[in-house]
């Protein structure tokens, strides 16, 4: 068939030939929320206060203890955690520290961020969510 603009149909409103191209969409057909939209004024499921840290790049001699104390010199700490394997029970090299308030946070990030304890060299930054994930069954 032909449209009459040189361009021939497939009998279904489409065009045949090498002029295939998916239709564009006046909007998503997902029902999830997208990564750029507002989410109505209301907070973050999970969003980080500003008080919770991600500390990488720890020893892998450093335990709780180490790690309360040396974000301890900054305010008061409501809890350290390093991070270990489930199976060896070998520290992973990570942890995060939740301090009392935003304020004393930051000054931790500016006081330890790309320090050393014990030989190595840390990286603290705010950690991405408030809370960790929940495990996983299995």
Known sequence: MNNGNGAAEDGWGGQT?????????ARSRSRS???GRDSGGRAEVGANPGNNLHVSGLGHKI????????????????????MYDPHTRDSRGFGFVTMETAEEAEAAIAGLNA????????????ARRGRARTPTPG
């Open 63 to 82: 335990d709780n203890r180490d790690l309360e104390s040396a974000f301890g010199k900054f305010g008061r700490v409501q809890k350290a955690a390093v």
């Open 17 to 25: 030939g090498d002029d295939h191209r998916p239709r564009e969409s």
């Open 115 to 126: 320090t050393e304890i014990n030989g190595k060299t840390i990286n603290v930054e705010k």
């Open 33 to 35: 929320p997208g990564r």
